[in-house]
RNA sequence: GGGCCUGUGGCUUAGCCUGGAUAGAGCGCCGGGCUUCUAACCCGGAUGUCGGGGGUUCGAAUCCCCCCAGGCCCGCCA
């Protein structure tokens, strides 16, 4: 829709002026779209642009694929305002269920995130991967993109190792009514500690590191057992979150089947390869300075190549491979992608966040120092509910209750995906618990409020005609959203729709406060009513693509 | 030391890729609005050397270079 305004504009431009580019943005306050050509055509037709853009507007205005718009030109700004045909056509596609959903596509799309070592439980660190990985996943969905959404789970690391000698060796019982996640982290840090007193230690978790790569049977039974029980836990926070996976890929698993070796063996006939004692790649030549180290002197492989095992069995299986990962893996991401095009393998995209850290530091759960995100969800709840509480006394417990974990989710879901991913950031009780404006509780309430309009109701004739400068104002916010989706998964920026659902909640509220609906009779309550349902409809898609519930009353 | 990312009112932040009309918002502050469709709201006001300096351009928060500050990375960890 405006998308389509878009290209129809841009191609009257283009034919008219013969430029390849007709400069066209957004209008702001000013216009629907507006062009800048009259700048870029100064120079060479050695005019001014304010001359330029007059003449442009007349000649636009006589074209027939631009009856509707109207054309002005503001000094040197081409203005293009769209007319009621343009409006009645938005609030058509906009009041059906599903707006926003882009055409079918054929390309099958894998998507990786979260992906966080089971040693301890997700904090809020591990969350904005979660949230950025889920977002985005579901922005594909209603894109039309056919997905797959894949957990990697490193079950044979060091850390696990560390784990697992800690359950050999430490008192590990678990606590009465903790959480297996928060059980398995209390073992971890145990296991550190003992390690930093004892270096003898290492020894011992080396020699289970051996035992996993070798498929020593017990060993392989005692990993299994932690790291699951470790994603158990994960899964009932991620669950909590509204953050699902498909599909849970042992990375253990591609030394069983044989891929890591066959990669390995592949590795060892590139060029770059250098077989020492170890094996590694020298990709100098690409900027990388390191080597990439594949294999260690004993002969076990690093994550490194079960990494490329498993990049290479996504690439083979779907056409685009996405991942998310923080900042921290920024570099061996590069050589990742390096080597899978030195390979001819399909090249993974990575959509990188960086770091959230805390008031004193950065986390780290070897040092038990994170906020965990189950703690963060448990005490969003209860604000929630004791603000629900307070607004709404009369409801049910039950009801406040299910009101209250709607709100908490919306309120972590939204205060973390708003924040551009390539912006670190430092973990803040005030402003996670904040259900006011530019919060996820704040565009719930809009919607609610147009619920609570929309109940109020028997029924309406449906009234496509808007007039008023707030009713039209509204109605071209909501015709962004399909093109908003779209730029989501072109450009992998999941908090542009976090910006887009808030501006929309943004316009409708200033609607509600200027424009009796219910109040009003005729037509003008017809249309109104029309315009609330539209806003609904598509505040609902945009808070269920930010995997947030579009609650009906709060 | 090298690489990547960030620096926008007191605080948090959008805009930067793809340069253009008075840099947009929230919190906080000041003032106003609930017998009214849900005040988790709305309206008005004060607050900005867009980290600093140079350059490109008719035009720079946006592009290029240098510098400063913070984060992350540079392992036979993952």
């Not at 969905?141 to 789970?153: D, N």
């Not at 020492?276 to 190549?305: M, P, Q």
């Not at 079960?306 to 990049?311: G, I, K, P, T």
């Not at 008031?359 to 629900?388: C, H, N, W, Y």
Request: one cysteine or more; glycine letters at 6%; charged letters at 25%.
């Amino acid at each position: 829709m405006l998308h389509d305004m878009y290209t129809v504009i841009g191609n009257a431009i283009r034919e008219t002026t013969g430029t390849d580019d007709a400069l066209l943005t957004d209008g702001g306050e000013h216009a629907d779209l507006a062009s800048t050509i009259a700048f870029a055509l100064a120079k060479q037709k050695k005019q001014a642009p304010v001359k330029i853009a007059q003449d442009l507007a007349a000649e636009l205005t006589k074209n027939p694929a631009l009856a509707g718009v109207t054309i002005e030109a503001k000094g040197p700004y081409l203005n293009f305002i769209f007319g009621s045909a343009y409006v009645s056509e938005v609030l058509r596609a906009a009041v059906r269920p599903g707006y926003g959903n882009l055409p079918k596509k054929t390309v099958r799309v894998v998507l990786e995130h979260t992906s966080a070592n089971p040693n301890g439980p997700l904090h809020v660190g591990h969350i904005r991967n979660s949230i950025i990985g889920d977002t985005l996943a579901r922005a594909f969905r209603k894109a039309g993109y056919p997905l797959e959404v894949q957990y990697y789970v490193n079950d044979m690391g060091r850390q696990i190792a560390i784990v697992v000698w800690g359950f050999d060796n430490l008192d590990s019982t678990q606590i009465e009514g903790e959480k297996e996640d928060a059980h398995i982290a209390r073992v971890y840090i145990a296991a550190n500690q003992e390690i930093q007193k004892d270096e003898g230690i290492t020894q011992q978790v080396n020699v289970l590191m051996q035992l996993i790569e070798n498929g020593d049977p017990a060993t392989v039974r005692k990993f299994r057992k932690e790291v699951s029980r470790c994603l158990d836990g994960f899964k009932v926070t991620m669950k909590d979150l509204n953050v699902a996976h498909d599909r849970f890929v042992w990375e253990s698993d591609f030394i069983r089947n044989g891929d890591t070796e066959r990669i390995v063996n592949k590795l060892k006939e590139m060029p770059q390869a250098r077989e020492e004692e170890t094996l590694a790649l020298d990709l100098s030549e690409f900027g990388f300075e390191n080597k990439y180290v594949i294999r260690r002197s004993d002969g076990t492989s690093v994550y490194a190549a079960r990494d490329l095992a498993y990049h290479a069995w996504k690439g083979a299986n779907f056409d685009r491979v996405i991942d998310v990962l923080g900042a921290d893996h920024k570099l061996i991401g590069a050589q990742l992608q390096c080597t899978m095009k030195l390979l001819g393998e399909r090249v993974p995209e990575i959509v990188h966040f960086e770091f959230v850290s805390l008031p004193e530091g950065s986390m780290s759960t070897r040092a038990g120092k994170f906020v965990s995100a189950d703690d963060l969800i448990t005490e969003i709840r209860k604000r929630a509910f004791d603000e629900v509480t307070a607004r709404r006394p009369e409801l049910e417990e039950e009801t406040r209750k299910s009101i209250a974990e709607s709100v908490g989710l919306a309120a972590i879901r939204y205060d973390i995906v708003k924040v551009s991913p390539e912006k670190s950031t430092v973990f803040d009780w005030k402003d996670a618990l904040d259900f006011e404006r530019q919060s996820g509780p704040y565009i719930q309430y809009a919607h609610a409020r147009a619920c609570s309009i929309l109940d109020k109701v028997e029924s309406f004739t449906e009234c496509f005609d808007l007039e008023t400068e707030q009713e039209i104002a509204l109605a071209k916010q909501i015709a962004r959203f399909p093109m908003v989706i779209d730029s989501v998964v072109t450009e992998l920026r999941p908090h542009i729709l976090a910006t887009y659902a808030r501006e929309l909640a943004d316009t409708f509220n200033t609607f509600y406060h200027f424009e009796p609906v219910l109040r009003s009779e005729g037509a003008v309550r017809n249309r109104r009513l029309t315009l609330v349902k539209a806003v609904q409809n598509t505040l609902k898609e945009a808070l269920e693509t930010l995997g947030i519930d579009a609650i009906h009353t709060m």
